[in-house]
């Protein structure tokens, strides 16, 4: 049971260029988020899944957009990056509104 | 959801009870406690919760104000590795809120040999 897991771990981009961060469970959790979390600054939600096929916006949506083909899986997506996404970002999932938020370790970003 | 406001920092000593504040005092009758941590840039680990009543587990124990207004988590013999940082989170599981939580500054707390 590897819990919440995420793809890469690090990654260097160049201004205008697009990449795709996975997020993957196998606790069958329903919920899944994606967070950014900017130096010295508590986390932010970008978008999250109430469950598969669907996916809605959270606090800070702009210029990202996910995808949750199927349960397991939550993708978010830079189609043009900035480099004010240069940000930590992590994942994760629980199994109910009320339940216990898992997190992933993290992927650390920088868009030159 | 509520506000909360935390001190931005403490200090404690290895072995001895870490007391972390919260102060929520627009929280409603339907919103949780939630506790987070956040060791060295990983992701946040969940502590415990509570609605009302004082809770304990095996990590820490909650203790909500019988006016639910403020709330301390204790954990009973700090050591190296608690030192992290510490979210207070005030949550409405109901209606729309979908799990999703509203992370502050949170509180570092410096565990010292």
């Known amino acids: 049971n590897a819990g919440v897991t995420q793809t890469p771990k690090f990654r260097v981009l160049k201004t205008g260029q697009s990449m795709t961060l996975l997020c993957a469970q196998d606790m069958n959790h329903e919920y899944m988020y994606w967070y950014r979390q900017d130096p010295g600054m508590g986390l932010r939600l970008i978008h999250y899944?109430?469950?598969?096929?669907?996916?809605a916006k959270g606090e800070v949506p702009d210029g990202y957009n996910v995808s949750r083909l199927k349960k397991q899986n939550f993708l978010l997506g830079l189609e043009s990056a900035a480099p004010s996404q240069t940000s930590v970002y992590f994942c994760?999932?629980?199994?109910?509104?009320?339940?216990?938020?898992?997190f992933g370790p993290g992927t650390r970003l920088t868009v030159l | 959801d509520a506000k909360t406001t935390q001190p931005p920092s403490m200090d404690c000593a290895e072995g001895r009870a870490a007391n972390l504040p919260c102060n929520h005092s627009?929280?409603?009758?339907?919103?949780?406690v939630y506790w987070y941590r956040q060791i060295h840039s990983q992701g946040p680990q969940y502590i415990i919760h509570?609605?009302?009543n004082n809770e304990t587990n095996e990590m820490a124990s909650l203790i909500i104000t019988e006016d639910r207004k403020s709330s301390t988590l204790i954990l009973p013999h700090a050591t190296l590795r608690d030192t992290a940082v510490y979210y207070c989170?005030?949550?409405?599981?109901?209606?729309?809120?979908?799990?999703?939580?509203?992370f502050g500054q949170g509180t570092i707390l410096t565990v010292h040999p």
């Open positions: 627009t929280i409603s009758g339907n919103e949780y």
């Open positions: 509570g609605l009302k």
């Open positions: 899944s109430v469950g598969e096929g669907t996916t």
């Open positions: 989170i005030v949550f409405n599981a109901g209606g729309t809120s979908y799990g999703k939580l509203t």
């Open positions: 994760a999932s629980n199994g109910g509104p009320t339940n216990t938020q898992y």
